[in-house]
């Protein structure tokens, strides 16, 4: 059973940064596919960034030059840099770990931005 872990939410004013890390954990195989996806109040899930095995990123119109997703050394571990914060970023942050046909989700990290 995979088991993703999420860290490094908080509050932080506008203008801030933070860094999100996860950890998939309990699969001896390299996820192909790991992102992030936030949620905000009354709002449907979207994703925000995502980065491949081989390292392709995608990234989410609204947050293209302020974050950039990244895999750590440690196998099946991913990172997202937020500089620039908004307002409008405020949600809470979920990792995503797809190991093949299986997607596995975290319990998520809230992350708040006050004006």
């Known amino acids: 059973q995979v088991h993703v872990v999420e860290s490094g939410g908080g509050l932080v004013q506008a203008g801030g940064s933070l860094r999100l890390s996860c950890a998939a954990s309990g699969s001896i195989f390299t996820s192909s596919r790991m992102g992030w996806y936030r949620q905000a109040p009354g709002k449907q899930r979207e994703l925000v960034a995502q980065?491949?095995?081989?390292?392709?990123?995608n990234y989410a119109d609204s947050v293209k030059g302020r974050f950039t997703i990244s895999r750590g050394n440690a196998k099946n571990t991913v990172y997202l840099q937020m500089n620039s914060l908004k307002p409008e970023d405020t949600a809470v942050y979920y990792c995503n770990a797809y190991f093949s046909p299986i997607s596995y989700w975290g319990q998520g990290t809230q992350v708040t931005v006050s004006s």
């Open positions: 980065i491949t095995s081989g390292g392709n990123t």
